[in-house]
């Protein structure tokens, strides 16, 4: 590798270490307090939290950085409302920890990406690797039901590898010891930006939501993700809820129509590097679509997922008390 190259891709790696090295917020106050996916759906949350429909709710804004803390927060009570993957928030439910979703705020735009030009989409990752993080978490298990629905095996016909984070699954990417990687946004945005200052040609090969549409022959989006809050905060501030979903949902406009505002918002709020946010928002994926409109869309995701395991989610569909009815 010659100087300059080596230069380059230090300088890709070292931007990246913003996304893993933001901080938190501070603690935050009593009333709606939020604990975001590092993701650029939570942008949706900052600005509802930014604006002033939340001011009353007493609303504060941080961002959870590992599955492990998102839980613990959900436990302690230092989270009132949470944005997660859906069958985390039925799993959490069924073990007793009451949740309402609220919304979905992520549609399957999970990105595959490759410096393999052979990968353009699901089967064609037949005797390859594929780099993920968060060992049975939502990209995880996703990736394995299609996989299987396609009739690939995961772990024999298909190698999966694992890192811990996905700023790391992207560090081994530009560090060639990968080749393609699954990555939610913005850190899908900002591996390829990364890439190609390091002189990689690495591109988005597909998405999840692709995957699954080819899969299933559905045209249904994919529900991954989603904004919940306890229980108890929903039968104590019902309007608090209302407001939080008006809020986010009023922020999809907003964000597309204002993406260079969006990305500044999420570097302030966030730490994620603007120039990647920006990049991301121009695949336009912001969405929010209340969860009780959403349930059929749900149910059939958590019922595929089910059958992997039906531990992954809680055993069950969640009932009718599950989705928010505000």
């Known amino acids: 590798m010659t100087a300059s190259r080596a230069f380059t891709r230090r300088a890709a790696l070292a931007a990246l270490g913003g996304l893993a090295a933001a901080p938190l917020a501070a603690a935050a106050a009593p009333g709606l307090s939020i604990l975001a996916a590092p993701s650029t759906a939570s942008i949706l949350i900052a600005r509802a939290v930014e604006s002033a429909a939340l001011a009353t709710a007493g609303a504060s804004f941080a961002v959870w950085r590992s599955p492990d803390q998102l839980r613990a927060a959900l436990v302690s009570g230092e989270a009132t409302a949470v944005s997660l993957p859906t069958n985390v928030a039925a799993n959490l439910d069924s073990r007793g920890l009451k949740l309402k979703l609220v919304s979905v705020i992520s549609a399957g735009h999970m990105h595959v990406l490759s410096v393999d030009p052979a990968v353009n989409r699901l089967a064609d990752l037949k005797g390859k690797h594929v780099q993920l993080y968060f060992r049975n978490d939502m990209p995880d298990v996703s990736l394995r039901w299609l996989l299987k629905t396609a009739g690939l095996v995961p772990d024999q016909d298909v190698t999966l590898d694992y890192a811990g984070s996905a700023t790391e699954a992207t560090q081994l990417v530009l ?152």
């Open 175 to 326: 560090a060639g010891r990968a080749s393609t990687v699954l990555l939610n946004e913005p850190i899908a945005s900002a591996a390829l930006l990364a890439a190609a200052k390091a002189g990689l040609k690495l591109r988005r090969a597909f998405t999840l939501q692709s995957a699954w549409a080819e899969q299933t022959g559905s045209a249904a989006f994919l529900p991954m993700a989603g904004l919940a809050v306890t229980a108890s905060f929903a039968d104590q501030a019902p309007d608090a809820v209302r407001a939080l979903h008006r809020a986010t949902a009023d922020a999809v406009a907003w964000v597309k129509a204002e993406p260079a505002a969006a990305a500044a918002l999420a570097e302030a709020r966030m730490g994620f590097p603007a120039a990647a946010t920006k990049l991301a928002l121009a695949q336009g994926d912001a969405t929010v679509i209340a969860a009780r409109e959403a349930r059929p869309a749900i149910e059939a995701f958590l019922s595929a997922l089910a059958e992997l395991s039906p531990a992954l989610i809680g055993g069950q569909l969640p009932g009718d008390g599950f989705y928010f009815e505000g």
